[in-house]
């Protein structure tokens, strides 16, 4: 799906799982949180914190709760999609319209309600070293300039360019993000600012 500019847009461009997003929309917006679109998708804040998400795929929709690993889980429906990348947020995919339990929604978001309140919250681990893949090494020493600037960034930034870089599977889209975030490092400009607030 292309990145949506409202929620209607959102459930609208839905191919299949319309009906399912709709409900979901409708469950979310009855539990006071504020509606908003974050990242191109349905986004639902707390006080300012991200809460919860909804989203559409080929083989399921679902819900994904920023700070999921906070949740006791109760009804064991909570995966953690990128296992040993993403610390606190948490998957709940769902198959079929019989997948939708409100009840259980409702629940899991007055439990995220109250970690906001009480500012609990699970944080990224800055702490481990940036593992910058070898091409994009080569390249910052090619381009003048380039190593100083992504040495200036921070470690967060640093390891979102690395990671982006290191996670193409072919060696022609690795040079293809290699050219696009050079640019980029030199200016100082990250790969998700404008998705920033």
Wanted: aromatic share 8%; net charge positive; hydrophobic share 40%.
């Amino acid at each position: 799906m292309k990145r949506a500019k409202s929620v209607d847009e959102y459930v609208q461009d839905a191919e299949i799982w319309r009906q399912e997003l709709m409900r979901l929309r409708t469950i979310l917006n009855s539990t006071g949180l504020v509606e908003e679109v974050k990242w191109g998708a349905p986004c639902y804040t707390y006080n300012g914190k991200n809460v919860v998400g909804i989203g559409a795929f080929k083989s399921y929709f679902g819900l994904w709760f920023h700070q999921g690993a906070l949740l006791a889980d109760d009804a064991n429906v909570l995966i953690n999609a990128q296992e040993g990348k993403t610390r606190a947020q948490r998957q709940w995919r769902m198959a079929s319209a019989n997948d939708i339990k409100p009840a259980v929604i409702k629940r899991y978001v007055k439990e995220a309600i109250g970690y906001v309140d009480a500012g609990r919250a699970i944080r990224a681990d800055h702490s481990k070293p940036v593992d910058v893949p070898e091409e994009l090494k080569k390249a910052m020493r090619r381009s003048k300039g380039t190593t100083a600037a992504f040495r200036k960034l921070r470690k967060a930034r640093q390891r979102e360019f690395a990671d982006y870089v290191a996670e193409a599977k072919r060696d022609d889209t690795k040079q293809r993000r290699i050219n696009k975030v050079l640019p980029m490092i030199v200016a100082g400009v990250g790969l998700n600012d404008k998705y920033r607030r």
